[in-house]
């Protein structure tokens, strides 16, 4: 099964860059999509981007409305890392990152919803102040 562990979460100012990383391994074989979650204190987990993964031939990322812009979310063709580069950070985007990968279902390959997802890592946190 697959095996998801994230990297790269730090706490910088405001206008700031990151790039977060995420390591997959394990059987890919299955994967559909990979996504970026996070979570603020005390608030729900929402989704920031996903990526179709290279056995569905379809290519390109999708954005929340908040970081559309200013996140471009990439993986390699193997499907062993998945990186979020983050720009002009606001203090709005403190949150503990999540990795998330889907691995069966129907199409379309990419949800926005937790639920949808079946493999998680444990999270970067990330903090704009």
């Known amino acids: 099964h697959v095996q998801l562990v994230e990297s790269g979460g730090d706490s910088v100012q405001p206008g700031e860059s990151l790039r977060l990383s995420c390591a997959v391994s394990g059987y890919t074989g299955n994967l559909l999509c990979m996504a970026w979650f996070r979570q603020a204190p005390g608030k729900e987990r929402e989704w920031v981007a996903h990526i179709p993964s290279a056995r569905t031939g379809m290519i390109g990322g999708h954005y929340a409305d908040s970081v559309r812009g200013r996140f471009t979310i990439s993986r390699d063709n193997a499907n062993k890392n998945i990186l979020l580069e983050m720009n002009t950070l606001k203090p709005e985007d403190t949150g503990l990152y999540y990795c998330?990968?889907?691995?069966?279902?129907?199409?379309?390959?990419?949800?926005?919803?937790?639920?949808?997802?079946?493999?998680w890592g444990q999270g970067t946190q990330v903090t704009v102040s």
């Open positions: 998330a990968a889907r691995s069966l279902g129907a199409y379309p390959p990419c949800r926005a919803t937790p639920a949808d997802y079946s493999t």
